[in-house]
């Protein structure tokens, strides 16, 4: 009688893990996703899976897969390996969603189009080719909290100063007291920038620093620079940017 006990235990428990292991990933979407993820054409299991395309958080995707990693059972890695094509771009990284909105990447590597955030208000008159290399990239609500990366901007375009490409730009971020904080710098172009960039957990920011058109600037920018006041003796004017998001 033990013996028959025992093996109906062993086959629910066969059972549950099947069916587990087999959950379709439409039916988890239907019940957990956030309504800031929309997917179609999904196919697979939540540990092995792929979606045709969709969006998330402003982002149109497509040909997105993603794979359960078994060794965040045992520590605090990410749980699972993402990887999905955008417009002229792609993204890949370990991803880790948690309680209260939290979603971490590790090892982030993505090329993300200007163009395509142009549904988000604060991208309106910008163009160029973001670059995105992270170590760990923390998002609660929406806001980054963590951030140990770096983000590369090229042929930017902001088209309040010039219809035409600025040059290359290059952030360089780090986390220190709950508050994200990055070196601003030129790497090539029309604008000569030394700045530094704060995000506070209260979502307050700001964007101070200095900056001087090179050689290349057209005469547009040199003309638009000339409302940030006079400039010092090597030619740089100050400027500072501070809100609330």
Known sequence: ??????????????????????FPARIAYQWFAPDEIDLSGISGSVWTGSAAQGSAAG?????????????????????????ARL????????????????????????VIPLASLQSLPPAAGIGGEMNLQFNRLV???GLPTEADGTVAVSALVLRAL???????????????????????????GALDVN?????????????VGQVAPTESAPASVVDQLRFLGSPDAQGRREFRFEGSL
């Open 195 to 207: 700045g530094s960039a704060t995000l506070n957990r209260d979502r307050t920011y700001s964007f």
């Open 59 to 83: 982002l149109f995707l497509s040909d997105l897969t993603w794979r359960f990693r078994p060794s965040s059972l045992f520590g605090l890695k990410a749980g699972y390996a993402v990887a």
């Open 139 to 141: 998002i609660i609500d």
């Open 162 to 188: 010039s219809p035409t490409a600025l040059g290359d730009y290059r952030v360089i971020l780090q986390t220190n007291d709950e508050v994200i904080s990055g070196i601003v710098e030129d790497v090539s």
């Open 87 to 110: 417009p002229s771009g792609f993204l890949e990284s370990d991803v880790a969603v948690g309680a209260g909105n939290r979603v971490r990447f590790d090892n982030l590597a993505a």
């Open 1 to 22: 009688m033990a013996y028959g006990k025992r093996l109906i235990v062993a086959g629910v428990a066969a059972l549950a893990v099947g069916l587990v292991a087999t």
